[in-house]
Nanobody, 122 residues
Framework: QAQFVESGGGLVQPGGSLRLSCTASANTLGHHATVWVRQVPGKEREAVSC????????TYTSSVKGRFTISRDDAKNTVYLQMNSLKPEDPAVYYCAPGSTWACDGNYIEIWGQGTPVTVSS
């Protein structure tokens, strides 16, 4: 079963930046897309960004386009989410999850780690 370990969250002022990390096994990252998903308590989870395992193609939800960048470092079995220009609507617990296939097709498997919390406050 895929296991992800997320880290890098914290408290940042509006307009600030954070880089989240998601570490998993090489087998998982090599055969599945990786999806960053965020959840605000009481609300549904929202897929924020995805990177494919095959050609590194990426997708972003419209609210983060131009501000967030997803990338991967296969040598470290890690997928990153660089978050810039953070806004008051970005706070959530951020999780990563395996895509259902190697491609970013909008689907992911609901296997959750502990997540990493992001707070945006002045």
């Amino acid at each position: 079963q895929a296991q992800f370990v997320e880290s890098g969250g914290g408290l940042v002022q509006p307009g600030g930046s954070l880089r989240l990390s998601c570490t998993a096994s090489a087998n998982t990252l090599g055969h599945h897309a990786t999806v960053w998903v965020r959840q605000v308590p009481g609300k549904e989870r929202e897929a924020v960004s995805c990177i494919s395992s095959d050609d590194d193609s990426t997708t972003y939800t419209s609210s983060v386009k131009g501000r967030f960048t997803i990338s991967r470092d296969d040598a470290k079995n890690t997928v990153y989410l660089q978050m810039n220009s953070l806004k008051p609507e970005d706070p959530a617990v951020y999780y990563c999850a395996p895509g259902s296939t190697w491609a970013c097709d909008g689907n992911y498997i609901e296997i959750w780690g502990q997540g990493t919390p992001v707070t945006v406050s002045s």
